[in-house]
């Protein structure tokens, strides 16, 4: 299953740096190895203040009549975000959410299995836009304040950029990355997302001072 791709990479490990090619090995060794093997994640949460938070822009009342509507679910190993016609505010349904849905994204921060002391390893953002091929994201239950579904996707690229490196981590203004600093590897990892989590209701404020979930 293809998905599209965007760039933002994440810690999972910090040293002293390690040799590109060494890192390029380990992207390449850990595709191979795990190539058709599929993943699942099973994400579930009991606090709703851990859940599928509101974000909001800055300066923006978020109701029914914004542009739009975006959950957030933000832990160690995952940034999973669902968005919506707002709507979906003044109307929270399986049935409103299922038709309303606009894109569901997720940007894995972990990869369990693949380590790399003094790189940031992990996979690229992937956006399932409703409508299109790739959308294979399921809203199965709304229950209780709790959204419930799953997401059918794969990883298609590993990335990894050193940390151990000042000319990595804070390259002079204007000045483009080493080469060394990065190693790419591509992938086809299955990945199932099972999600049980509390969905925020109500409105957001971001108009005056800053609040949890604005900007």
């Given at each position: 299953m293809?998905?599209?791709?965007?760039?933002?990479?994440?810690?999972?490990?910090?040293?002293?740096?390690?040799?590109?090619?060494?890192?390029?090995?380990?992207?390449?060794?850990?595709?191979a190895e795990?190539?058709?093997?599929?993943?699942?994640?099973?994400?579930?949460?009991?606090?709703p203040?851990?859940?599928?938070?509101?974000?909001?822009?800055l300066?923006?009342?978020?109701?029914?009549?914004?542009?739009?509507?975006?959950?957030?679910?933000?832990?160690?190993?995952i940034?999973?975000a669902?968005?919506?016609?707002?709507?979906?505010?003044?109307?929270?349904?399986?049935?409103?959410?299922?038709?309303?849905?606009?894109?569901?994204?997720y940007?894995?921060?972990?990869?369990?299995?693949?380590?790399?002391?003094?790189?940031?390893?992990?996979?690229?953002?992937?956006?399932?836009?409703?409508?299109?091929?790739?959308?294979?994201?399921?809203?199965?239950?709304?229950?209780?304040?709790?959204?419930?579904?799953e997401?059918?996707?794969?990883?298609?690229?590993?990335?990894?950029?050193?940390?151990?490196?000042?000319?990595?981590?804070?390259?002079?203004?204007?000045?483009?990355?080493?080469?060394?600093?990065?190693?790419?590897?591509?992938?086809?990892?299955?990945?199932r997302?099972?999600?049980?989590?509390?969905?925020?209701?109500?409105?957001?404020?971001?108009?005056?001072?800053?609040?949890?979930?604005?900007?």
């Amino acid at each position: 299953m293809k998905a599209l791709l965007f760039g933002i990479l994440v810690v999972i490990a910090v040293g002293c740096g390690a040799p590109q090619n060494v890192v390029q090995e380990q992207l390449e060794s850990f595709a191979a190895e795990q190539e058709g093997k599929e993943r699942l994640l099973d994400l579930r949460e009991t606090e709703p203040a851990k859940g599928l938070i509101i974000r909001c822009p800055l300066g923006v009342l978020c109701d029914e009549h914004s542009d739009y509507r975006r959950y957030a679910y933000d832990t160690q190993g995952i940034y999973l975000a669902f968005s919506f016609d707002a709507a979906v505010v003044t109307d929270m349904t399986l049935e409103s959410l299922r038709e309303k849905s606009r894109f569901v994204s997720y940007e894995l921060k972990e990869v369990e299995g693949l380590r790399a002391a003094g790189w940031r390893i992990g996979t690229r953002s992937v956006v399932h836009r409703a409508g299109d091929a790739d959308y294979q994201v399921q809203f199965t239950e709304l229950r209780d304040g709790r959204l419930r579904g799953e997401i059918h996707t794969a990883i298609v690229a590993l990335t990894g950029l050193r940390t151990g490196d000042s000319a990595c981590t804070h390259p002079l203004q204007d000045a483009s990355l080493p080469e060394d600093c990065a190693a790419s590897a591509s992938a086809n990892i299955p990945l199932r997302i099972l999600f049980d989590l509390p969905i925020q209701t109500g409105v957001l404020d971001c108009r005056g001072e800053r609040k949890p979930g604005c900007g």
